[in-house]
Structures are given as C-alpha cells and as structure tokens.
C-alpha cells in the first residue's frame, strides 16, 4: 500500500538532519564525470514512482550495481540521500538465501503454505519479507545507537536512506578500499567488533560482513547492506554466522596486522556472553581464554589448529610483503566462500527434495 504524499513529506522533514550535504556549485564529487550505465526499465519505474510520489525531486546518478540491488544518488533539496533498488532474485547474484529467512516469522497460515511450497505468490512474499527485513533491522540498530544508514522511506523494492559521506559530500568508501596504518587497523578492528556486539545485543547478526559491506567516514565504520541480517534467538545459523563475519574482517585487516586474525577467531566468546544472557554493549573478547573442547572433537581439533598455524604463516610471509603469500590467503577466502555457498545450495536442494517426497 502506498504512503500518502503528506505522510512522506513529514518524514522527510524529520529526515533532513541526516541527509548527505552537497558541496556548494559543483554537486556530488561522484557524479561529475558523466556516466553510461545501463539501467534496468523497472528499476527507472520505480525510481520515477519516487519522484511522482514526492518522496525525492531528481535522480542524481547511479552509485554502484551490486549482488542484490542498484544504488542511486537522489536529491530532494537540498539534500542528497541514496535509494537502493532491490533487484529480482532471478537477478540477484546473491540468491541462496533459506538460511538466513529461517526465524522471520510469517502470521498467515495461507503465507506460511506458500514459502513452503515455493509458490508464484510465496516467492513474491519471500522477496516482500527480504526488503522488509532490512528496514526493520536499520530501524532496530538505529534505535540501539549502532553506526547504519538512517532510514528515509521504504516503498515496494525501494529504499531511500542516509547517505553516507564524507565533509566534502564524497560518498565514503568501502573498508576495503582505505589505507590503514598498523595501529590504524587495529582500531578499526575494535571499532568494527563493538559494532557486532551491539548488533548481538539487541538480537541481530549481519550474516554477510565484509571489508565490502562497511564504509568508512572520518568518525569510524558504517555498517551497511543487512536485508540479511538474521534473528540470533531463532536462527540456529546466527553463531556460525557470527564467527563467519569476523573472521571475514580480521582476514581483511590481518593482512596490515597479523594478530588480527587471531583475535577474529574469538567469536565464540561473545556468542557464550549472548548464551548465558551477559552479554553487554562493552564487552569484549579475552585473547588469552582458550576454547573448551570435548573430548569427541579432538579429531577435528587437531585439524583446525593445524590449518591455522599454516594459515599463521602465509599472514606473516604476507605481513613481510610476500605476494605469493597475499594471494594465497586471497585464494583461500574465495575458496571458502565458494564451499560455503555450495554447502547452502546443498542444503536448500535437500530441504526441497524432502518436501516434495513428504
């Protein structure tokens, strides 16, 4: 249901605080250069749905394409915010996505029937319920302090937020495209882990952290991209999604500072702390506490311990400047995410096999 015109324009007024500032004259340092980018007539649909509807007053230019939406800067004077357009998921790159909707609760039976049976409507209320989650995941951190975009408005397969920027109005950059100092990057790792324990404090695990999904501005990171982000009470995927997303980070920034990495294996601390139900904003992980293990895992133990110290070595050979260190360990993330996909495509192919044999 669409959102009355004056109902949208008293949000924008609330929102104008937050929006990008353009720089005096010359607008958006990213869009200067005239750009050709092929644009998707339904994505030009709903951007101009926007405009007619109030919401925003021009298109600016297009800010990137990525695995699961297209990123435009808007304008509504005289602010500049981003609107993501949700692509189709037979567009989607990212398309593997039962194990993070495991815990979203669905009310209507008749909806419930139809996610389980993969209908024409269940697949619409499925894509329905992955934009949704994203609004309802930055609206909940915004609430609890956490450094995301601030949301704007949300319509169908758009969503207008904050624009993250710099003081010049420069859109900020990925962490993966920013030059770090060793101490530098050390901070950046804490600033970065005090982000995921408020997210685990009030509930929610990113699922998909990267040195891509964080952008970073003079005062710290911004964690963005989080349609996602699932529920910790009930998804039992949340722990090992957990580990996943700061092992992904410290892998990034201990390339700069080895220790890094070792420090990202400690995730389990903090999902104990959010267990037990002492889990608190400020708490974090100690290096020197070891991980209980029973005596049945020994076996796999001895694996894992023996990869990390081979792993330990190519960080320090990569550490020295050894490039052929560099892109084995950059091999080895793609390989692991390569197993993890395919490990999730497994699994949604069993889970629909055993459905349709019940």
């Not at 008749?110 to 389980?116: E, G, M």
Request: glycine residues 8%.
């Amino acid at each position: 249901m669409r959102t009355g015109r004056s109902d949208r324009t008293s949000k924008l007024r609330e929102a104008r605080d937050f929006g990008g500032r353009r720089p005096p004259g010359e607008g958006l340092l990213c869009c200067q250069a005239p750009r050709r980018v092929p644009i998707a007539r339904s994505t030009l649909a709903h951007l101009q749905a926007l405009i007619d509807d109030g919401v925003i007053d021009s298109v600016v230019c297009p800010l990137k394409s990525g695995k699961e939406a297209d990123l435009f800067v808007v304008e509504r004077a005289p602010y500049h915010y981003v609107a993501k357009v949700y692509k189709d998921r037979a567009q989607r790159s990212f398309k593997n996505d039962a194990g993070y909707r495991e815990g979203r609760g669905v009310r209507s039976g008749r909806d419930q029937r139809a996610l389980a049976k993969n209908t024409r409507y269940g697949r619409r209320l499925a894509e329905e319920h992955w934009h949704a989650a994203e609004v309802e995941a930055l609206l909940a951190l915004e609430r609890a302090g956490a450094r995301v975009p601030r949301v704007l408005a949300h319509e169908g397969r758009v969503l207008v937020m904050e624009l993250i920027a710099d003081r010049t109005g420069r859109p900020a950059p990925q962490l993966a495209q920013v030059p770090l100092s060793k101490e530098g990057a050390r901070e950046m790792y804490e600033a970065i882990l005090g982000q995921v324990v408020l997210m685990l404090c009030n509930d929610l695990v990113h699922g998909d952290l990267s040195p891509y999904n964080i952008l970073v501005r003079e005062d710290g990171p911004v964690i963005i991209d989080l349609p996602q982000a699932v529920s910790a009470a009930h998804n039992r995927q949340a722990a090992r999604l957990l580990e996943r997303d700061l092992a992904a980070v410290a892998r990034h920034l201990g390339l700069i500072d080895p220790e890094i990495r070792r420090l990202g294996r400690l995730a389990w601390q903090i999902w104990a702390e959010y267990e037990g139900g002492t889990l608190v904003p400020d708490f974090r992980p100690d290096p020197e506490r070891t991980r209980a293990a029973a005596v049945e895992d020994l076996g796999g133990l001895v694996g894992e311990l023996r990869a990390a110290a081979d792993e330990a070595d190519l960080e320090r050979r990569a550490a020295a400047g050894d490039r052929d260190a560099r892109k084995l360990l950059r091999a080895a993330d793609r390989r692991a995410a390569r197993q993890a996909r395919r490990a999730a495509e497994a699994k949604e192919a069993a889970a629909a096999a055993a459905k349709e044999a019940a």
